[in-house]
Structure formats: structure tokens, C-alpha cells
């Protein structure tokens, strides 16, 4: 979908190119004017004869064969345009600056159908409507400012918002990062955030393409595309951050188990970009900063020096990064502080105070890479309170960085007092970070992002007796046999169980599983707020005063009877999400789900590898490893759970939610004691 005529293109024409600069006709032929377009530019404007120096076509059919079109007119008379450079003057990219399209009605929704049909009956490409455009080191076909320096080396850049675009631009740019490319794809008539990735990773070079990529990301109408092209580019040696604004009104609708409660779009997201590996950001100063250091050395292990001549931003950064998982391991060197001032540390943070001078950095540096083996990074904080200039330890500090084979990370906040010699730092190519804190909350949410999941090899279920039981359900909830069904079909493990809606039916039922027994009502959802489940009934007497008790609960219309097992109260749960499919869910069980809300989300097909990180990124994971005496969960057997949960979504993709809470898990293994299951067709 993407050419080359939109990426490199030889002629470009501005329709409604103005001679007013604070038009985007205007705008955008003076960014290709300053930004020097090495190919013809062509203006038309029915008023003028000439734009900004440049010939001006009043009537677009007199107009020579052209490469690309920006068009900056009126919606409405955007189509008959685009017919007109697709169909006489063989133009194959468009990029549409104008408003006025499906983002304000279904009249505008009408225009921008007319002009995806054009464009792809030519096979053609579209970039908006609605946006700023987009740049590269060949053309800026960009309306707004700041423009950034283009570099093939740079961050490829892809947003759904034009002004935030150029907000986080101008944050990056600040820090010194550079660009390789930057795509504003507004409306994403026919080019959306996927489309971009999908481009960027078929046409990937490793000798030649960036190997950074930031998305601003408002709606995500292609999860599966995303995560195949996001995963092949990041195991091509690529990095990738993203924000997905409108998190704030996810999960507001109503549901009716502890899954459709628990999971939300916004934990789908978070659930797509895990399994991608892409940096979840959520401000452009966190996104920007997240650039800065994926265009430094990958950081290999958890242990940094913090490095500084003042005490307070170290403290803060050590607190950053202990808070977050990485370590500020001690250090010991009688040597090393013999070559600093008197009153220096080098127990880490390494402080040789205010007075320290770049030769003494650059011993610490040396320490860093060639004594210091438990070291694998190092923040170098270094500001000025204004009494001297600086330029010899940001020079010392560019030339370690250019030998270093560990990381190292430049922590400049004197942004007055020395801003002089953070501009002649950035002129040298270098990126610095102004902020301690921001910067160690970043680097560790770096570090602690995981490497795309491997492609999950699913076991192997009993498909048709699945079919079965999905093809003869109605809509709505599982009678508790076909939940049975269902698990067995799965190879999930259950506890015996009988489903009884007599007296007499109760007493012999508890009879064959043997005493003691749990009773429990079947209907109701939340079972115990309504007095519904009874431990340990260990005689018939019990069993026939709890039977009818229980079965004149509201909405009861059977009770469930099982053996009494012990273990600890585990969960696993599946939501089907519109456009992203199941999540898997997994995390403590009972009415702790609730109250703790500790819970961890994978998208299915979940892999057993992928099972056993959610298991151990829980909160409560000690206790399912169990502690002070308490038997802990067999791990293998809970993911093997996870994985077959995920396994049976697959093969009935007609589940909307479900619930498996209590799974009881001891060392031996695990048990489904309760487990509920909707199943709903069409959810798209």
C-alpha cells in the first residue's frame, strides 16, 4: 500500500498552495521549499500565477505528470481532485491535509470512501485525511514546525494525532534525537499505525533502516497486524515504544464474571504490547525519554554505577531505579578514590562532588568498564551551579561514550546554566536525558519489558466433543454438565462433582464423592455474598438442611455438590476482546480476586513459557510458591491450566467469558473446583 512514490517521489504538487505561510497550503511549499525537495515542485491555486517564487497552475488539468499530491482544499472538493491526478496526470500518493471527512459526519465519511476507491483502483497511496503529513530525509510534505533533523540513522516516528506529533517531536528534539521518518496518518483512510509497521518491517535492511520505532497510538483497529509486524521488526534488532491514549474509559462496561470485571480494552493493550515486546509509554516525555536510550547500547544486565558531582539528583535516581527492579549494587575502590578529592564516595552512587573535573570522570568511567565487571551501565549526572563553563567534561563524556562497551547514559540538568554546552553535546550527536527521575523510571520500564513471545504451540484438545457442546448451546451461560464437558474436552483437571435439585438427590450424591463435601448454588454469581457455598457439610443431616436452605436462594435452580479438597485458592479466566481476541487471565482465586485484584493478562494463543511469566509477575506470587510452612502450587501444573484455557478459547472462539475460581492448587497439582463459562456468538 505504501510506494515509492510516497516515500521518495520525484515531483510533488501543493493543490491550494498559497503565497500565506500561516495557511497549510503555505506552510507545507515553504517546509519543501527550505528543506530543499531535490525533485520538481508544482503549485496550483485558481488565484495566483505564482506561489512563493514558483509557477502557479490556476486549473490543475494543465498540470504535467506528478508523483505525489498534498492537497490542502475543501473536502468536498478533495475527490473530483483525486480522480483527476489519478486517472491524467498518473499520480500514485496522496496525502490530504483537509478536515472535513468521516471525523465529522457521514457526508464526510462518504468523501473519504470516494477517494480510498480512487486511490486503490490505481494502486495508489493515501496518507490522512485529517493530518500534517509526513517527512523523511527525502521530502518534508509536513504543514507544521518545528522541523527535525532527518536522518536514515534517526527514530521512525508514526502517530494517529498530527499536534501530538509535533509535541513529542519537539520533546525528542530537546534531547537531541533525531528522525528518520515521521508519519501523521489522521483518519487512516487507507494507511493506518499498521500499515506504517507492516511497510517499515517488509522493507527492514539491517545495514540501512533505523532501528527505532515510536508510535502515538489513539485506537487500534489492527491488534493482530500490529503484533505480527511489531514481534518480526523487534526480533530483527529493532526497539520499539508506544502510547495508547484513551485508557481512562476502558472496562466501563457491565460484566458479569470476575474475568469481564478484571479485564478491560486498556489490559488488552497492555496484554498486546507485552506479547509484542513494545514499551508501553504513557507521556510524551516518557515516550521521548524511551527513545533517548534505545539509541544508546542495550543495557545487558539490571546493575548500574550512578555517577555524579551532586548528591540529591543521585539520591533520586537511585530511589528510581531501586523502586523499579534494577540495582544500584555497592562498590569498593581504595585506588580509584585515591585519584578523587578528599570527601569523594565511590560506594555507588559514586559522588566526586561538585568540585570534580573531567579527568577525574574519566577514571571513574575506566573503573566502571574495567574493575567494576558487576557494572553494566552507568548514569553520569553532571550540571552546573553556574560558576564554571563545562564544555571539557561533556567533550571527555563523548569521547567515552564513543569507546564504552557498556552503556552509558547522560543525565544533564543545567538546561540554563549550561545550555551552551548541552547544544554543542547535542551538535555532536549525542542524546541527554534532563531529568534523573523520569530517566530511571524510564530505563527500567525498558529493561523490564520482555522480548516477543515465541510463537505458542497449543496441546492438544478433544476439538469435536468442543463443537459439540458449543453447537448445541444457546447464548448465555453453560449448564454446569457442559462447563464439565468442556474441561474434560481440554484436559483441565476437576474436581468430581454432582449437580442435584432434591433432597434426596443430595444425600446420595454426597454419599458416592464421600464427607466431607462444599454445596453450592447454582445460578447466583457471586455464590458466598448470598450465603450460597457451605464448607466442610461432613454428615447427611447437614446435607439435607443445607439442600433446603440453599435452593430457595434467589435465582438458585440446583445445588452443586463436591468433595472437600484443600490447596491454595488459584484463578485462570478468559475474556473474549473485540478485535484482539481472547485474554487469558491467571492470578489468586476465591474472594481474593476480588479484594487484591492481583492479576496478570496474556492474549491467547498463550504459550507454556508465556504462562509461567504471568505466574511469577503476580504480586502474590510467594504465596503460590508457598511460605512459612503453607504448601505451595505445583507452577507446571497451574500453566499447563493457563494453556489449556487457552487452547480450548481457541477451538471455541464463541466464548465471551469465563471463569475458573476456586483452582485449587496444591504441590501435586491443580484442581477446577468451580468454573463458569458464556459462550456468545458474533462479539465482533
Known amino acids: 500500500m505504501i510506494n515509492e512514490q510516497l516515500i521518495n517521489p520525484r515531483s510533488i504538487v501543493v493543490i491550494g498552495g498559497s503565497n500565506d505561510t500561516t495557511k497549510p497550503g503555505g506552510k507545507v511549499l515553504r517546509n519543501l521549499i527550505e528543506n530543499h525537495f531535490p525533485g520538481e515542485l508544482y503549485v496550483t491555486n485558481p488565484k495566483e500565477t505564482e506561489v512563493q517564487g514558483i509557477r502557479c497552475y490556476q486549473n490543475p488539468n494543465d498540470l504535467p505528470e506528478v508523483d505525489m499530491a498534498v492537497l490542502a482544499i475543501a473536502a468536498r472538493f478533495c475527490p473530483d481532485t483525486v480522480e483527476l491526478l489519478a486517472r491524467k496526470k498518473n499520480t500514485r500518493a496522496f496525502i490530504i491535509l483537509s478536515a472535513g471527512f468521516h471525523e465529522e459526519g457521514e457526508e464526510g465519511a462518504l468523501l473519504e470512501k470516494q477517494i480510498v476507491d480512487i486511490v486503490n483502483s490505481v494502486g495508489g497511496s493515501l496518507i490522512g485525511p485529517n493530518c500534517i503529513g509526513m517527512m523523511n530525509h527525502h521530502h518534508t510534505a509536513v504543514f507544521s514546525k518545528p522541523i527535525p533533523k532527518l536522518d536514515p540513522r534517526g527514530v521512525d516516528f508514526i502517530s494517529g494525532s498530527g499536534a501530538t506529533a509535533v509535541f513529542i517531536m519537539e520533546t525528542g528534539m530537546t534531547n537531541g534525537l533525531i528522525f528518520s521518518s ?56 529493532c526497539r520499539i515504544a508506544a502510547i495508547k491514549s484513551g485508557s481512562s474509559s476502558a472496562g466501563s462496561r457491565a460484566a458479569s464474571s470476575h474475568t469481564g470485571a478484571l479485564a478491560s480494552s486498556d489490559s488488552a493493550v497492555d496484554a498486546l504490547f507485552h506479547k509484542a515486546g513494545i514499551v508501553r509509554c504513557h507521556s510524551r516525555t516518557e515516550l521521548a525519554t524511551v527513545a533517548g536510550i534505545f539509541m544508546h547500547k542495550p543495557l545487558k544486565g539490571k546493575n548500574i554505577a550512578v555517577i555524579t558531582h551532586a548528591g540529591g539528583p543521585a539520591v533520586m535516581l537511585t530511589d528510581a531505579l531501586s523502586n523499579n527492579g534494577l540495582e544500584v549494587p555497592h562498590l569498593e575502590s581504595p585506588e580509584l578514590l585515591s585519584k578523587l578529592y578528599a570527601g569523594s564516595s565511590v560506594a555507588n552512587p559514586i559522588d566526586f562532588l561538585a568540585t570534580g573535573t573531567a579527568e577525574q570522570l574519566g577514571e571513574i568511567i575506566d573503573y566502571c568498564n574495567k574493575d567494576f565487571d558487576e557494572i553494566d551501565g552507568m548514569a553520569v549526572i553532571f550540571g552546573s551551579p553556574g560558576l564554571t563553563e563545562v564544555y571539557d567534561v561533556y567533550k571527555l563524556l563523548d569521547e567515552r561514550m564513543k569507546t564504552s562497551p557498556k552503556p552509558i ?147 438458585t435452580t440446583a445445588i452443586l455438590i463436591q468433595p472437600m479438597l484443600s490447596g491454595t485458592q488459584i484463578f485462570a479466566g478468559a475474556k473474549y476482546e473485540p478485535k484482539f481476541g481472547h485474554m487469558i487471565l491467571c492470578g489468586l482465586g476465591g474472594i481474593f480476586i476480588e479484594i487484591m485484584k492481583d492479576v496478570q493478562t496474556s492474549l491467547s494463543p498463550v504459550s507454556p513459557d508465556e504462562a509461567s511469566v504471568m505466574i511469577r509477575s503476580l504480586k502474590s506470587y510467594k504465596l503460590i510458591q508457598g511460605v512459612r510452612g503453607q504448601e505451595g502450587v505445583n507452577e507446571q501444573a497451574f500453566a499447563d491450566a493457563i494453556v489449556r484455557l487457552s487452547a480450548l478459547c481457541e477451538a471455541a472462539p464463541e466464548i465471551a467469558e469465563m471463569d475458573i475460581n476456586p483452582l485449587l492448587g496444591n504441590s501435586k497439582g491443580v484442581v477446577a473446583v468451580d468454573a463458569r463459562i458464556r459462550i456468545e456468538r458474533n462479539m465482533e
Open 409 to 555: 547514559f547522560p543525565i544533564l540538568p543545567s538546561v540554563v546554566n549550561v545550555k551552551n554546552e548541552i547544544e554543542y553535546f547535542i551538535s555532536l550527536g549525542r542524546i541527554n536525558f534532563p531529568d534523573e527521575v523520569v530517566f530511571g523510571n524510564a530505563l527500567a520500564r525498558v529493561y523490564n519489558t520482555p522480548p516477543p513471545a515465541e510463537t505458542a504451540e497449543m496441546p492438544q484438545v478433544n476439538h469435536a466433543a468442543v463443537r459439540a457442546v458449543i453447537e448445541g448451546s444457546k447464548d448465555g451461560y453453560l449448564d454446569p454438565e457442559k462447563v464439565q464437558q468442556l474441561l474434560d474436552a481440554a484436559g483441565i483437571p476437576r474436581a468430581g462433582e454432582a449437580v442435584v435439585t432434591s433432597a434426596e438427590e443430595a444425600l446420595s450424591e454426597a454419599g458416592r464423592l464421600g464427607f466431607p463435601v462444599v454445596m453450592k448454588v447454582v445460578g447466583p454469581v457471586h455464590k458466598s455474598d448470598v450465603g450460597g457455598v457451605v464448607l466442610n457439610v461432613s454428615d447427611a443431616g447437614t446435607v439435607v438442611q443445607e439442600f433446603e436452605r440453599m435452593i430457595k436462594i434467589k435465582d
Open 182 to 237: 515521521v508519519y501523521s496518518v489522521g483518519n487512516s483512510a487507507q494507511i493506518g499505525v499498521e500499515e506504517v509497521l507492516q511497510y517499515l518491517d517488509e522493507t527492514f535492511d539491517p545495514e540501512s533502516s533505523s532501528r527505532v520505532k515510536l508510535l502515538y497510538v489513539e485506537s487500534i483497529n489492527k491488534p493482530q497486524k500490529l503484533l505480527k509486524h511489531a514481534s518480526s521488526l523487534i526480533r530483527k534488532g
